[in-house]
């Protein structure tokens, strides 16, 4: 018995096309069954997106964001080198939103999912008393013992990005400015896209995993800055980057050095990759990347110390922290 | 980037004693491995409370919303017969909540998790606009095959519920008109309870899973009229209903007639189950059933007929609805 609900439609409104081999017949929307396997293990992630935090009308449509809540969950899985498979979302929908919008969100989910071939499975549909809430849970498999984990780092590795950074919190920031209605240049577009449509790199890790190599690996959702300190962390070692070597998106070439630095250290929500790996294994493996037109970039190396990363730039060597970095302020 | 974010605890409370074994070294809060087994279909299912809609600070303290929101995602697991393993929560705490208040909901789940060592395995935490809102997500396993669904109903089965049914519902009106902090009488409070610390009923849909008969189940969440309704939808059968077998709650004996309808058959949120099985099946499970000191009840019969329900009482056969029931009203 709920206390109230508000809205009528959100009881109909269910998530559309659950994928009806995988969810057996005859249970609830909210639970589902699918078959086990020795052969894998078994990845779980879960990610909430919340309107006002994460997003806001003025950032993102509801297409964008039913597909972003989906991408940052499946870059979780990329991120340990797993195909992604089901998934469930919930989705807490407050009296501003209407039916169409709400369709729109999981038309957008709906978009990404058929691109990997994630079945949606299950899930919930509530009312907020304010700011919509969407949280996704994403299900995958990976060859058993083959999840790469951030600790895995040794010294002599070299540090590597896949893709380029810095776009998203380019896009974010022209959005929050202007809008998304508004006459952007082409390249501008770019930005917003990155922001708003990142695409998660799942071919990427799954190269990784295959590669059978000691590797380490994170996604860079919250900046490559405070990804690498947790790659530093989990491993007790020490990463030195050198920021020219750091791949950045082509479309933030016009902008000032402060800006670029900004965005590419500290921006976040690029959905790229950052790792480490065995020096002898880079050739073979950059191969294959360059095969699959995935850009993969060299920008450090591991060396002995204590779970601190360093960033070298104009012949300087300085601590880049999770967070913050004032001396290039 | 976040766009902002309001609560710096928000970023420091994480969920507590996530499980280091299953949650191997070195991957985020918000992801998980486990290994896979192909002895065993993979359950999983998802659910979320919303303060307004399913709670409110009167209803329930900041320690039984955690636990209920638990509980309510391992009864999903139970009504498929299976074993819960592991959690992941995601909370969206709104400025009117404290971090002494969202320690609290992690000891809820936490107390309930350790009593079916059921681990917390990741998740997330951000902030509300308004409103705390709580999704779990739980994972379960059942032996290949067996996982108990609500399309099995075939004419001339029993129609059977576990444990009684009405307390929650009852407790629900005690605590909206005095909330919780009131002199209950002893009876009182165990209607509070019901609703509060709802027990799931997972040894109960163990035992119908391990029986290996054809049987279908549904836990009663939304209202036993409810759930028979769905095991008529998806068995495309009619199942008949005797009132007066219904297992009420001995604590809603005192209330009037009225009450222990709309509470029994309405209520919802009692988590017990209600299914059908074959009628040679029952001594045997009715057997088990007691040895573990668990109830079992029959309460009507499936006939052939086209997904509707109908109850009996006072000699007098009609429709039961999913919801409204104005008969009786």
Redesign the interface.
């Given at each position: 018995?709920?206390?109230?609900?508000e809205f009528d439609f959100i009881k109909r409104i269910k998530p559309k096309n659950i994928h009806q081999t995988s969810l057996?017949?005859?249970?609830?929307d909210?639970?589902?069954?699918?078959?086990?396997?020795?052969?894998?293990?078994?990845?779980?992630?879960?990610?909430?997106m919340?309107?006002?935090?994460?997003?806001?009308k003025q950032?993102m449509t509801p297409f964008m964001i039913g597909y972003k809540a989906l991408a940052v969950n499946i870059s979780?899985?990329a991120?340990?080198g797993g195909m992604p498979t089901?998934y469930?979302?919930?989705i807490?929908i407050p009296s501003d939103w209407t039916e169409k919008e709400l369709n729109e969100i999981y038309a957008g989910m709906s978009l990404l999912g058929n691109d990997y071939s994630v079945d949606l499975?299950?899930?919930?549909t509530?009312?907020?008393?304010?700011?919509l809430?969407v949280?996704v849970?994403v299900?995958g498999?990976?060859e058993?013992g083959r999840?790469l984990?951030?600790?895995?780092a040794q010294p002599g590795d070299y540090v590597f990005v896949v893709g380029e950074v810095g776009a998203?919190?380019a896009g974010?920031e022209l959005l929050?400015k202007h809008g998304y209605n508004y006459p952007y240049t082409d390249s501008e577009k770019k930005l917003l896209q990155a922001h708003q449509l990142p695409e998660p790199q799942v071919e990427a890790g799954r190269i990784l995993a295959n590669a059978n190599e000691r590797i380490?690996l994170?996604d860079i959702s919250?900046?490559l800055a405070s990804e690498a300190n947790e790659i530093a962390e989990?491993?007790n070692v020490e990463l030195t980057i050198d920021y020219e070597k750091i791949p950045r998106s082509d479309y933030i070439k016009n902008y000032s050095d402060d800006q670029k630095k900004k965005w590419s250290l500290?921006?976040?929500?690029d959905y790229q990759l950052v790792g480490t790996m065995p020096k002898e294994a880079f050739t073979k493996i950059n191969q294959t990347f360059n095969q699959k037109g995935v850009k993969l970039t060299i920008i450090g190396e591991v060396t002995t110390g204590h779970a601190n990363v360093y960033i070298t730039m104009n012949g300087k060597k300085e601590r880049l922290h999770k967070q913050g970095f004032n001396h290039f302020k």
């Open positions: 018995m709920l206390l109230k609900d057996k017949k005859g249970i609830g909210d639970s589902a069954v699918f078959e086990g396997s020795s052969t894998f293990d078994e990845l779980i992630c879960m990610d909430t919340v309107e006002g935090v994460h997003f806001t950032t979780d899985i991120a340990m089901y469930l979302v919930s807490a499975i299950g899930g919930d509530v009312s907020s008393k304010q700011g809430i949280t849970t299900c498999r990976i058993k999840s984990y951030r600790d895995q998203s919190a974010l929050l380490s994170n919250d900046g989990a491993s500290f921006g976040g929500e």
